[in-house]
Nanobody
Framework: QLQASGGGLVQPGGSLRLSCVASGFTFGSYDMSWVRQAPGKGPEYVSATNSGGGTSYYADSVKGRFTISRDNAKNTAYLQMDSLKPEDTAVYYC?????????WGQGTQVTVSS
């Protein structure tokens, strides 16, 4: 399973770091991603990294502001979010995938507001 945390209320321009702790499977063999869903909108694929952490992907909307990373020794993935904007407000979910096998975290709320 996956346990996401680190969300909260932050002012525009602020930063948050989300964490996603894995248990019950071989974390280091899975690609990790973060997906968000804003109120009234569909899910948006935000960022992803491969199992070794050497390759990353970012949506255009977050490129240059968000950084994905992982620590396979700690079974944890991170999403560092800087220069946050009100439009980043959403529930953020972490996902682990290897082939047809996948796990989802429960989501953590991020609210960017003054």
């Amino acid at each position: 399973q996956l346990q996401a945390s680190g969300g909260g209320l932050v002012q525009p321009g602020g930063s948050l770091r989300l964490s996603c702790v894995a248990s019950g499977f071989t974390f280091g063999s899975y690609d990790m991603s973060w997906v968000r869903q804003a109120p009234g909108k569909g899910p948006e694929y935000v960022s992803a990294t491969n199992s070794g952490g050497g390759t990353s992907y970012y949506a255009d909307s977050v490129k240059g502001r968000f950084t994905i990373s992982r620590d396979n020794a700690k079974n944890t993935a991170y999403l560092q979010m800087d220069s946050l904007k009100p439009e980043d407000t959403a529930v953020y979910y972490c996902n682990a995938q290897r082939g047809l096998a996948y796990f989802w975290g429960q989501g953590t709320q991020v609210t960017v507001s003054s």
